[in-house]
């Protein structure tokens, strides 16, 4: 079961390594609205990030590389999450007036927290939250794979020792303890995360026609399009 759920994230990987776009063109658009240019560079962005950690995950978890994958993993539940709060913007878009709506995509495109005059970022964990809210269990992953990446016990002495209570000695190495459970969490949180996120991607998708439509168009009395 574990092998088969490893082999459906590498699937889900490649799938979105055949996937990724090279541009976002404004123009093609056809709107004055800087909006849904914003909105989709952050997604197209985050399809590139997303390929990245998850294929490398998957090499670290063929490798029994499970600190490094719990890592890799934690932070694609993050890119899930943004682009669930992605989602959710355009969804809830005529509940904003067009400067609120500006200024969250501008905060989710280039938001920053090392630079005080810089838009601030998004606080990921809330976004995991609101996310958790629709799909119960996305917090409780993020936080077992926390647990990991962390330098706790169960990231830390728990993965790479065990104890000889007898001999009262450490012993040190890969493979000394069985991690079947922690290597099935994190694949588990993997797969789950590359769903969600794959949903979220392919829904600002559909959703974008309608937006474009609300939108003043560059090219009066012309239909616009998301080619």
Same mark, same amino acid.
């Given at each position: 079961?574990?092998?088969?759920?490893? +082999?459906? =994230?590498?699937?889900?990987?490649?799938?979105?390594?055949?996937?990724?776009?090279?541009?976002?063109?404004?123009?093609?658009?056809?709107?004055?609205?800087?909006?849904?240019?914003?909105?989709?560079?952050?997604?197209?962005?985050? %399809?590139?990030?997303?390929?990245?950690?998850?294929?490398?995950?998957?090499?670290?978890?063929?490798?029994?590389?499970? =600190?490094?994958?719990?890592?890799?993993?934690? !932070?694609? $539940?993050?890119? !899930?999450?943004?682009?669930?709060?992605?989602?959710?913007? @355009?969804?809830?878009?005529?509940?904003?007036?067009?400067?609120?709506?500006?200024?969250?995509? /501008?905060?989710?495109?280039?938001?920053?927290?090392?630079?005080?005059?810089?838009?601030?970022?998004?606080?990921?964990?809330?976004? =995991?939250?609101?996310?958790?809210?629709? /799909?119960?269990? /996305?917090?409780?992953?993020?936080?077992?794979?926390?647990? %990991?990446?962390?330098?706790?016990?169960?990231? $830390?002495?728990?993965?790479?020792?065990?104890?000889?209570? /007898?001999?009262?000695?450490?012993?040190?190495?890969?493979?000394?303890?069985?991690?079947?459970?922690?290597?099935?969490?994190?694949?588990?949180?993997?797969?789950? !995360? @590359?769903?969600?996120?794959?949903?979220?991607?392919?829904? %600002?998708?559909?959703?974008?026609?309608?937006?474009?439509?609300?939108?003043?168009?560059?090219?009066?009395? =012309? +239909?616009?399009?998301?080619?």
């Amino acid at each position: 079961m574990l092998d088969d759920d490893l +082999k459906e =994230a590498r699937a889900r990987a490649n799938a979105l390594r055949t996937s990724l776009p090279q541009s976002v063109d404004a123009a093609v658009l056809g709107v004055w609205s800087k909006a849904p240019f914003q909105l989709l560079c952050t997604r197209e962005a985050l %399809i590139w990030r997303t390929e990245e950690l998850a294929r490398t995950a998957c090499d670290a978890l063929e490798r029994d590389d499970l =600190a490094a994958a719990a890592l890799l993993a934690r !932070a694609t $539940v993050e890119n !899930a999450a943004l682009a669930w709060n992605l989602m959710e913007v @355009l969804g809830d878009r005529k509940r904003l007036s067009p400067q609120e709506l500006n200024e969250t995509l /501008v905060r989710m495109l280039v938001g920053s927290r090392l630079w005080p005059d810089a838009p601030q970022a998004l606080q990921i964990l809330g976004c =995991a939250d609101r996310m958790d809210k629709t /799909v119960p269990g /996305v917090r409780k992953s993020y936080d077992i794979l926390s647990e %990991i990446a962390h330098p706790n016990w169960r990231g $830390v002495f728990g993965m790479y020792a065990k104890t000889d209570e /007898v001999k009262f000695t450490a012993h040190f190495g890969r493979g000394l303890r069985s991690n079947e459970g922690t290597k099935g969490a994190i694949v588990t949180a993997l797969l789950g !995360a @590359l769903g969600l996120f794959e949903l979220a991607y392919n829904r %600002i998708l559909d959703g974008m026609p309608e937006f474009l439509a609300e939108l003043e168009s560059i090219w009066p009395d =012309a +239909k616009t399009d998301t080619q």
